[in-house]
Each structure stands twice: as structure tokens, then as C-alpha cells.
């Protein structure tokens, strides 16, 4: 019996659109035979359907709402929460070694201009380069889960 080549359901050969998706079935050979349409398709293609491509561009949006936020969207959600976690710590880290730099430097320092922005930018620079790579990351690994959903019919992790 022939299947669909789009989503695999079994047709007759007489049918010109698979009752289930409405792909246009085209007949490949005119032989003596009739009409002959392609095998079923193999496991990975048939399985493909139980998970759907998943959004790169969304997956980007939301780690840049939320850091890990779009790890945990794909499915990696031990990198999401590592994300997640590891960007405030940073933060509160660096906002110590700021401290304990400018108390070291003197008040002279600390009431300057200079002191505020090395201040901002001990705390700042550290996560805000932390949380773009979150945001290029999740892109990343979006493109990564639909190729390897696409191969195996599985997600990758």
C-alpha cells in the first residue's frame, strides 16, 4: 500500500490528496503497474511528529526576558537553571570585589566620577557579557534541537 511522502499516512492509489494533510500526491512512475507513490517513511520521519521544530528566534527572546529562560523552552533545563542561577551570582560577586576595591582605593576614589564608573563597570561588564551569550546561546541551541530533531526524530538532551 502506498503512504503519503509528507506525513506517511496510508492512501489508496487513486487518491490525488492524502485525506490527512492534504499534500497533493503525484504519481512518479507511469508504468504498467499504475501509479506508484513512495514507501512509508523510514522511523525517524515518522516519529518527527511527536516533536515539533522549536522556535530559535522565540527560545533567543525568551533567555533575553528571563537568562535560561530559553534553554528551558528547548529542554535543557539544567543549563537554563545553571543560567539562570549563575548570572545573579555573578552580579552579587562582582558587586563584592567592587566594594572591597574601592574601600581599598580610598574615599577620594569612591567620591570621584572614576570611582563610580569602575564601580559599573566591575559589576556590569562581567553580566552583561554573561547574559548576551545567554541570548546568542539559546539561538544556538534552538538551531542545534531542530537539526537534531530533524536527523534523529529525537530532541538532543
Not at 537568562?67 to 523552552?73: A, K, L, R
Amino acid at each position: 500500500m502506498p503512504f503519503c511522502p509528507e506525513c506517511g499516512n496510508p492512501v489508496e492509489p487513486s487518491m490525488k490528496h492524502c485525506p490527512e494533510c492534504g499534500h497533493p500526491l503525484k504519481a512518479s512512475n507511469q508504468s504498467v503497474g499504475g501509479p506508484s507513490y513512495p514507501q512509508q517513511p523510514s522511523m525517524p520521519q515518522a516519529r518527527q511528529g511527536l516533536y515539533g521544530a522549536k522556535n530559535p528566534g522565540l527560545a533567543a527572546f525568551l533567555s533575553l526576558i528571563i537568562p535560561g529562560g530559553g534553554q528551558i523552552y528547548l529542554g535543557n533545563t539544567k543549563r537554563g537553571i545553571m543560567i539562570l542561577a549563575l548570572i545573579p551570582a555573578l552580579a552579587a560577586i562582582m558587586f563584592f570585589v567592587q566594594r572591597e576595591l574601592l574601600w581599598m582605593l580610598g574615599e577620594d576614589f569612591l567620591m570621584s566620577g572614576m570611582g563610580f564608573i569602575t564601580g559599573i563597570t566591575i559589576i556590569a561588564l562581567p553580566s552583561i557579557v554573561l547574559y548576551l551569550w545567554n541570548v546568542i546561546d539559546a539561538y544556538k541551541q534552538g538551531k542545534k534541537y531542530n537539526n537534531h530533531v530533524q536527523q534523529t526524530g529525537s530532541p538532543p538532551w
